[in-house]
């Protein structure tokens, strides 16, 4: 955001002023990459299917045991050995595979 208030400032003020403002908004717009960097660098990578496990689903085909279940706008086969109706609320147990283990909320 830094960088495109330094081109702006650049093109708009006066000769002398234009410059100054220039250097002194890179090292601050570098120090904001810096900052930028360290936040996200140290940030665990949450991705698979491993971090269904907990979630909440809603069926959307009979799970008598296997049927079909929707989780954050995906659709997941599912297993249920208690046995869902669509539209129930299910919690998402384990995952064997593809196929995500789910008991009634």
């Not at 220039?22 to 570098?30: A, H, Q, R």
């Not at 689903?57 to 989780?71: F, K």
């Amino acid at each position: 955001m830094l960088i495109i208030v330094a081109i702006v400032l650049l093109l708009v003020l006066s000769s002398p002023w234009n410059k100054i403002a220039f250097i002194v908004l890179i090292p601050l717009w570098i120090l904001e990459l810096v900052g930028w960097n360290r936040t996200v660098k140290n940030k665990r990578k949450v991705v698979g299917v491993q971090t269904l496990v907990g979630r909440d689903a809603v069926v959307t085909s009979p799970c008598l045991p296997d049927g079909q279940v929707r989780v954050d706008g995906e659709t997941w086969r599912a297993h249920c050995d208690a046995g869902a109706s669509p539209g129930d609320r299910v919690r998402v147990r384990a995952v064997d595979g593809l196929t995500l283990v789910v008991e009634p909320a």
